[in-house]
């Protein structure tokens, strides 16, 4: 059985989160492929060293430069700041290795195209760390849609919302950096607007507005010195997808109060679906149908009904995390690098969910609706 | 202690609502004045005895033209069809009555005007069927809100969804005429209208999107001719308030599975509030102080520290139901008649909110943004 | 059509209740008879002449002797301390009067005995409050038990918790009077056995347990003494029912948070049903058939197709209040009384309800399962 | 850093959850050990041989009893059906390995003392895997009430119901083999029982009652022939805490609709806190303070202000899964071994909680309350 030697560029948040995934892959997953944890690259050289000891990695390094061209690696996952996802994954794809980028894939489309063609030239699989759509349930949500179980769909509303900079005290970070793209529309929007492709295909249509709402934050922690933030934090959209039907776009990194409001309702011609993160092993579900006196949405709870629950659990109700999102999205990337595609989230995804960003940033600005190409 | 005599316009659904409110509401508060149910009218002299009967009326007229200028009615209650709100209102305050008018008040912002200064004029008390403001636990939002106890107010987001119309077999309805206005954006859109104003105050700027997502229904019940629809069974809006924030507004009459989803979230710079008339008798509130291990939203049960719920039960928990809501409302119609003004929501808030459904509708159909005056 | 003159002893909270419910009852439904309010009687004359004005009564008096033998006073409704209820029900039944009394009916069984065959020995119809099975949503879970919709019951578990006793500086008061029978056991626990029993029938045994855990409150309140507590203030019993299978019943009225938690799951061979009065306008149902992907509980949404919700209005969604359900028992009251007999919760049922209380009091002593005769 | 390496018996559900966790833990956290998985044991070499490719086994045996004397084994853990955790626990101690044990520990208290002892005389680690009580929120709950934020305990109300017995037509199974102890009160109420005791300390007393609602089922898959079922498929019981509050326990695996409703409620005498497994990353609590119109059960969200949360994600909301409940008791069990004990579900308290349950059963038969030594 072949290996695959994994390289990761960051050891924060995300990069704790890959080293974890690919760690339980293999046990949680019959894979056709085996994985080792072979290099981690990180700021420094003894941060990289600790991350290394800590996640379990064979080595490390402090540049990330160094970690693309190993010929110890075939796999690199980046989980850096966004502003570096470019130029990581840009060296990555040209030393021939299968690239994992975390979302934003890039600060524009025309930057995350240049990555898909490039990727495709190179004949690299790639891979956008959309982790939300990996949900058992969210398969079984677009299951439900394509099915016709709910008709046709006729709407849809979309929200991410979480707090994490509701605090007008927190400071200025790489988030709100301009370089880096747009602020919350590219940070969450890009979740919820991979979540609405998902299930109800491509949008062709926006009408958007960004806000920001607290227009300048400390420079640093602790800083006394102000900072100006040019990023959005609030935005909205009307979509139109191009199966016709309507709907809206939020998304807010300044809701208190919600730490993990990826939240969405579908109204089909004949029911209905409604979901959120928040409680994200429970589906809700309304059809149309029997008697009227005894119908109501049913709260489906995830189980081994719903693949692949089953593999980390044989007994409904018993949850899975967050981490085992990110478990399936590696499962799906190393299946679809072994030959046996399933994963859907690659470059071209990512740039996808970009030319809507882009639309919405457009939109804004002109204050009038933006057609896609 | 004065009396006054009530003339009800419509026997329906909430023609009900209105004579079991005036029956109520004596009962419930002590008021200044008294109240007696005089006169009925519907569409013909048989059902207006019929309901002269079952709700306690007693008289009973087929004509509303008699009703609204009887000398025994002090006060006129509108419960007809949408479309007949303008004549019959501006006919009873040409006659000297007080007079509530089920919402949407009129066709167009320019018809509610004219009620406005007729009665202004005329200088008799108005209202308009907003019931949902008068629930006690939006008036403890309003007060948490203007108190600043979540800060300022950066987002609203409100919704209100059923599914009445959702099946494509219900015939074609009054509420589907166009000389009434608007569809679903003045149906149910005006009580999220109002609700956010109530909240937020006004609303300065929108960009509205109205779908006709059912073409054509059924010209009858059980009749095979179609007949086509114009009215929007969907819409969407970005709005800007005075104030400053933003927000969305969203309206639907075909929402599967959703029977009363009046739903809002307010954001501020220290907290949120969040609330749905699904389970109206709970309100939660988001602050963002104390220990944040133990932190989260609150579920505040309604009880009789919000009044007027103590009017109802002493008891906390009990519950409140939708009949009560317009009690409270006919209590404020009937305090304001008798010098003792708490209703807010007069003939000049319908206008208010009809400049809106009005900008929302320009906005749909020039697919940009729109100020208000 | 025959008019039912209303006699009503107690003006407080279920004073109030009641009154309301009268003034309504014949606006919301279509009876066979008219209610007039004519006579209520409180503490005082002066307080009956004030409850008399805000309620609508024609006449007041300070003493319910006086009342119970009225010859203007057809139906006496009993809502004093409990204390109290056995004297005025036998007064009243013995000057043949039709009698409602809130619950719990007596102290005892053989008190309530006494009553059932007064009653019945007058003729005169009788009601006991129990009016949260008056829930048309708990009238569905009777009917789809009865139907074999879950199959045959093998469990329930009834909670009935409030929490207006769990501050210990709450003084003593007549709830706690032992001449007034049991604790929380019969103040709340009545409910949920009524409750118990209208859903699935007779219980046959009882294995008790009464605690008191505020075993001393102020005298009175701002009083510095302390007066001992012998009533129970949290009860739990495992039970019995006669057609075979068990549960468990529970009242506290110290349940810090729950202002109105009457909960049940009852469950079958074929599903189960769950139901909280802190939402008692939901209905959750699970049915074990159909694709198990898509299972779940339901949420069913009180609407005019549960019987007579309609009456109240005829949307689904609205819900109902807790004067709502008030209206409807006493809609059932005044139905027996004109012949068309609905209720079921007559004295009968309220000494039923008494045995078993009095078996779960005597378990606690003996400390062990008690069977009912 | 010494190694530790784990044999682990059993790769069923429970066996891949023990692998998943080992594989994890000491990725999620900085451990003073190092683990391997050395060998595994299944009931054939051939299904052994399988789970240690899938689980990620260096070595595999179709023999339990090699793999507890194997010298490359350092740590035991048992997954294997009921009946086999005495004899396989009792080998490995003998071993002098340490144990890791699946709940219900041993049949009998009698049975679990033994082990108990052998393995104190052994100097070895043990625990038993009450996995629920590992969650962060129940550490939370537990903190608050130790420190009194929700006062003294005044009542417990615990719940283990699940479904996967509930169909009739599901074969007779190891877990109803009374040579393997009691039905659902030793495996779920063993869970809940374990809960009831880590937030609220010893049980002293009890009343219990178990009941076989369904007497006979297939004697296999596909069987014609029925097998006579003697294990409870429902428990209850009263109990009394060693601190004097009171409350009830209840095991159901016949509850229609329930996948993994472990729920408790405790009520203190100043708040109260309440669970559900179903919501497991949620706590709500309820305290008796501040403005009562603003007050109300508040739900706390599970993030990193709740340890060790934050060791899987730094971000609140993201939600742990079960399998991450499963890692921090390995965590704790390793600890424990390296010498910085955290676990305190070690076999003592997996006896502990027998003896509860065998006073349950005792009680259940004698119909009377049983006092634990």
Redesign the interface.
């Given at each position: 059985m072949k290996t695959l030697r994994i390289g990761l560029v960051g050891a924060?948040?995300m990069g704790?989160?890959h080293?974890?995934a690919y760690?339980?892959v293999?046990?949680?997953f019959?894979l056709p492929v085996d994985v080792t944890l072979e290099l981690i690259a990180d700021a420094s050289q003894e941060a990289a060293d600790r991350a290394a000891r800590?996640?379990?990695f064979a080595r490390a390094t402090g540049d990330w430069r160094t970690l693309v061209t190993d010929t110890q690696v075939d796999v690199v996952s980046i989980t850096a700041p966004n502003v570096l996802h470019v130029p990581i994954a840009a060296a990555a794809i040209a030393a021939g290795k299968h690239v994992h980028c975390e979302k934003p894939l890039a600060p524009t489309a025309g930057e995350a195209r240049s990555l898909v063609e490039a990727a495709e030239k190179a004949g690299v699989k790639t891979q956008v760390g959309f982790n939300y759509v990996k949900n058992p349930l969210i398969a079984?949500a677009r299951e439900?849609i394509e099915q016709g179980?709910?008709g046709e769909p006729?709407?849809f509303?979309g929200?991410h919302a979480?707090?994490?900079m509701?605090?007008?005290a927190t400071p200025w970070h790489f988030r709100m950096d301009p370089a880096g793209g747009a602020g919350v529309i590219a940070d969450l929007g890009s979740h919820i607007i991979a979540m609405a492709r998902y299930l109800l295909g491509p949008i062709s249509e926006v009408?958007g507005?960004l806000?920001t709402?607290i227009a300048q934050r400390p420079a640093a922690t602790g800083s006394a010195r102000m900072r100006a933030v040019e990023a959005d934090d609030?935005a909205?959209a009307?979509v139109r997808f191009a199966r016709g039907?309507?709907g809206?776009i939020?998304a807010?990194w300044?809701?208190?109060?919600?730490?993990?409001q990826i939240e969405f309702?579908v109204?089909?011609?004949?029911?209905?679906l409604?979901f959120t993160?928040?409680?994200?092993n429970?589906l809700r579900?309304?059809q149309?149908q029997g008697e009227?006196?005894?119908?109501?949405?049913?709260?489906?709870?995830a189980?081994p009904?719903?693949p692949p629950y089953g593999a980390?659990?044989?007994?409904?109700?018993?949850?899975?995390?967050?981490?085992?999102l990110k478990t399936i999205e590696m499962r799906d990337f190393l299946l679809d690098i072994a030959g046996e595609p399933r994963a859907r989230a690659d470059f071209r995804e990512g740039w996808e969910v970009q030319k809507v960003i882009d639309a919405i940033i457009r939109s804004s600005r002109s204050?009038?609706?933006v057609r896609l190409d």
């Open positions: 924060g948040f704790k989160a080293a974890l760690r339980s293999a046990g949680v019959r800590d996640f379990g079984l439900i179980e709910i006729v709407s509303r929200i979480e707090d994490y509701a605090d007008a009408c507005h806000e709402v609030i909205h009307m039907c309507t809206t939020e807010s300044i809701a208190h109060g919600r730490k993990m309702e109204v089909g011609s004949k029911g209905a409604a993160q928040e409680r994200f429970e579900l309304y149309a009227t006196s005894r119908n109501g949405f049913r709260t489906i709870v189980g009904d719903h980390f659990c044989p007994a409904p109700g018993h949850q899975l995390g967050f981490n085992d204050r009038q609706w």
